[in-house]
């Protein structure tokens, strides 16, 4: 039917087997929306299905005159991971809170610092500030305010810093409850091990010493700490009783 040129009169039968996902059918279907300028049935079906060479398809539509379909070639890039392409599509169309979005799923630093120096160079102060919004976590504080500071836009830069430094002073304050914390469990610790030393001293005081044993002069000490048994002068041996 694409040969003869009588694409659109199957179009009923493809979207009835479009469930099947098939890239045949679903290429086709795209086309079919692509010339009849049905951006909305196009990205329903890209969203729905998705096995279709999308990288082609992204580049038809980046050239379409139409913004809903170029907008469509942004969204295929963002999903495809090609987060620059997509940004800078959405730039070229002035569609920059698609770009700020895109930044911040990327999780990029570097994109959503190019992004911001993009809104300083323009001057777009509202739109600097939204994305100090949008890609909050992404951005360091040191480039922020240096941007900010040396364009003149320290005023749209204040929101964000001052969410930074109320966040830097909770992290220093709950490291410093935990340093506290663990230097009173130190103390705890060496309170305990002095009064488990002095129970036992006071356990050891209590114990009555042994008597010292007699001394004997018939046992005299040798080498190794042994006692062995000398006869002294005017002794004799008795013979064991039997």
Known sequence: ???AGHLP???PYLANVQNTNLPAVNEAINELCVEEEDF???KTSIDTYDAFDQIALAQRCEKHELLEFRRIASHIYKANKRWRQSVELSKRDELFQDAMETCAQSGET??????LAF???NKNKECFAASLYTCYDLLHPDVVMEMAWLNGMSDAAMPFMIQVMREYSRKVDMLMAEKKEREQEGKSAEEASKQAEAQVNMYAQLIPALPAAPFNPGMMPQAGGHEQFMPQPGMYMQ???Y
């Open 110 to 115: 570097a994109l959503a610092e190019e992004l």
């Open 239 to 241: 013979p064991p009783p």
């Open 9 to 11: 009169l199957v179009r």
């Open 119 to 121: 809104f300083v160079s």
């Open 40 to 42: 909305d049935a196009l």
């Open 1 to 3: 039917m694409r040969k």
